[in-house]
């Protein structure tokens, strides 16, 4: 059985840094796309940052760009998000995902398995 757990979450001030990260069990996903969706309430869950299976190829939304650090190890089955200079707009559920592709998808449709979301909230 597949299994995606993110860890990592919780509350932080503006401005503050989280490291979130994904484990993954149950098959390898070493030569697969790994990524990081997040959902605000009443907003549809969208892109935050894509690692091919090698890192070679790395993805972020303009919204994170220059905050956010996407990393995998793939010998851990890990991929990895950190998050500086977080703002309130950051506040939503968190998801890691992976696709079984040697791309880095930046669409939620392309990706095959799905964590179950790990809460971020950034205080004002």
């Known amino acids: 059985q597949v299994q995606l757990v993110e860890s990592g979450g919780g509350l932080v001030q503006a401005g503050g840094s989280l490291r979130l990260s994904c484990a993954a069990s149950g098959r390898t996903f070493s030569n697969c796309a790994r990524g990081w969706f997040r959902q605000a309430p009443g907003k549809e869950r969208e892109f935050v940052s894509v690692t091919s299976y090698s890192s070679g190829t790395r993805y972020y939304a303009d919204s994170v760009k220059g905050r956010f650090t996407i990393s995998r190890d793939n010998a851990k089955n890990m991929v990895y998000l950190v998050m500086n200079s977080l703002k309130p707009e950051d506040t939503a559920v968190y998801y890691c995902?992976?696709?079984?592709?040697?791309?880095?998808?930046?669409?939620?449709?392309?990706?095959?398995?799905w964590g179950q979301g790990t809460q971020v909230t950034v205080s004002s």
């Open positions: 995902a992976a696709a079984l592709t040697w791309g880095a998808p930046t669409r939620r449709q392309e990706y095959n398995y």
